[in-house]
């Protein structure tokens, strides 16, 4: 209970006018700041209901989840921020500390580092202590403060130098094909032509002079499904599968993550054909001039130096495919040709792309006569992961009535139709305001010609 007469009569007024969002504001950092962290969450919670979007109350709110120990709820918090990139430098020092409290001391390494090389002001010394204390053999071998001069493009560590370092990637055989992935018509066959063609059928490239390779980065709104795409193209090729997070690849000393990167493309050098997928990949390839920390940059420089290889022939057979939710961030130098050099937008899925989304996720299920198209009709705005959940959400509850009954009752239109009710599709509304924001004027090359119409239309 507080007792602090201020906040009393600051939690009064503002009892009388709840619309007032300043006022609000005002109340919830003062119980943050004074410590009744219980009141502040509930404050910064009505708060967000004024006004959804603030980051400085979704901060609030993750600041009061992670005084309290609930790391989860701090993540989910400003989870909408995260997945935007280009975040306040402050929010990722405070994903930094949820993710420690969540034992991910990878992701928090990096959400810490990335933070920090944007804006040293919000380092926090107690914070990079414990990220750099726990059981870690290695020693930093390089001296912590960075050189004050731009990396020539040669400071990276050759490619063709061989490796014993151990990759944590992992390489799997993917069990879907471009089957398994709804509608994006255009999408497949632009990696069909760009990534399978030239390996499924090598002789018509070669009498066109052509090589295959150079990657290609799918960008679009979180949950569209860019890695089940990417995993599809694998399994479509009969290529091994490597998927690469930032946490494989990113560590806290200077140099380890350039060997971590050089490791990673090595393990898919031995598994040819291979695809290579990168995701969240504006954190891996951001633009150098964003970055303050000339350790970024030099892991920026070995990402170029590995996608060219160092002859001809070093990347035959691995095709990197890489995914954003940003892709205003990654640095130019990434598309030029024979590295990203190909864009591919991978769109929210419309009615008749949500119903045969719908049809794939409910095809292995025990089904009565489903209308998907009046189920596609009430998702609008829902991209693939949220139709995954609104399956899930309606298998989760027939699974229990089948319990109930004794035996399995198959699932119907209007269990989905109900599970869709229960549900709100993510972020795709915002994605595209931030799309808009960052490329309406900005699209001199045409980079940007498959996401126009999306951006210029109401959502
Ligand atoms: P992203 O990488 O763009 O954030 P994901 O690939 O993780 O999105 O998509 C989340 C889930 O949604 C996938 O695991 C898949 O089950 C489902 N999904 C998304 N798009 C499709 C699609 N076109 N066809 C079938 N399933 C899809």
Redesign the pocket.
């Known amino acids: 209970m507080v007792d602090d007469p201020g906040l009393k009569a600051l939690a009064e007024a503002a009892r009388l006018s709840p619309d007032n969002l300043p006022l609000r504001r005002h109340l919830a950092e003062q119980l943050l700041g004074k410590g009744y962290l219980a009141d502040a969450e509930a404050e910064f919670r009505a708060a967000l209901v004024l006004a959804p979007k603030d980051p400085d109350i979704m901060a609030g709110l993750a600041e009061a989840f992670v005084r309290q120990s609930s790391y989860g709820e701090a993540l989910s918090a400003l989870e909408p921020l995260l997945s935007e990139g280009g975040y306040p430098p402050r929010i990722g020092v405070l994903a930094a500390r949820a993710l420690l409290g969540e034992g991910d001391l990878h992701k928090a390494a990096f959400r810490y580092h990335e933070a920090v090389s944007r804006d040293p002001s919000v380092a926090d010394p107690e914070l990079a202590a414990r990220l750099a204390a726990p059981p870690v053999e290695r020693v930093p071998e390089t001296p912590a403060a960075a050189p004050a001069e731009e990396p020539e493009e040669a400071a990276y560590l050759a490619p063709s130098a061989v490796t014993h370092e151990q990759s944590t990637a992992e390489v799997e055989r993917s069990k879907f094909s471009f089957a398994?992935?709804?509608?994006?018509e255009d999408v497949k066959e632009a990696l069909r032509v760009k990534l399978l063609l030239p390996i499924q059928q090598p002789e018509l490239f070669a009498a066109f002079g052509k090589r295959a390779g150079g990657g290609v980065l799918l960008y679009?709104p979180?949950?569209?499904?860019?890695?089940?795409?990417a995993r599809a193209a694998a399994g479509e090729l009969g290529a091994a599968f490597v998927t690469v997070g930032l946490a494989d690849i990113l560590d806290m000393y200077v140099g380890s993550s350039e060997r971590n990167l050089r490791a990673t493309f090595d393990l898919a050098r031995r598994h040819r054909p291979c695809v290579l997928f990168f995701d969240e990949v504006d954190a891996l390839a951001g633009r150098r001039s964003d970055m303050r920390q000339t350790a970024n940059r030099q892991l920026v420089n070995q990402f170029l130096a590995e996608l060219d290889g160092v002859d001809q022939s070093a990347n035959e057979g691995v095709l990197v495919l890489a995914?954003t939710n940003a892709p205003w961030y990654i640095d130019v130098a990434f598309r030029r040709p024979g590295r990203f050099d190909q864009l591919v937008f991978?769109p929210p899925?419309d009615a008749e792309?949500r119903a045969a989304?719908l049809r794939?996720?409910c095809r292995d299920k025990p089904l009565a006569e489903v209308d998907f198209a009046a189920v596609a009709k009430v998702t609008e705005q829902f991209?693939?992961?949220d139709l995954?959940g609104v399956v899930d959400r309606a298998v989760e509850a027939k699974l229990q009535e089948s319990i109930r009954a004794g035996r399995p009752i198959p699932l119907s239109t209007r269990d989905l139709l109900t599970a869709a009710k229960a549900a709100r599709p993510t972020s795709v509304r915002e994605w595209m305001a931030t799309a808009r924001n960052y490329v309406m004027h900005a699209n001199e090359s045409g980079a940007w010609d498959e996401l126009m119409p999306y951006i210029q239309r109401k959502w």
Do not use: Q, S
Request: aromatic share 0%.
């Open positions: 398994d992935v709804a509608g994006m679009g979180p949950g569209a499904g860019k890695t089940h795409l995914a991978v899925p792309a989304i794939i996720l991209v693939g992961a995954k």
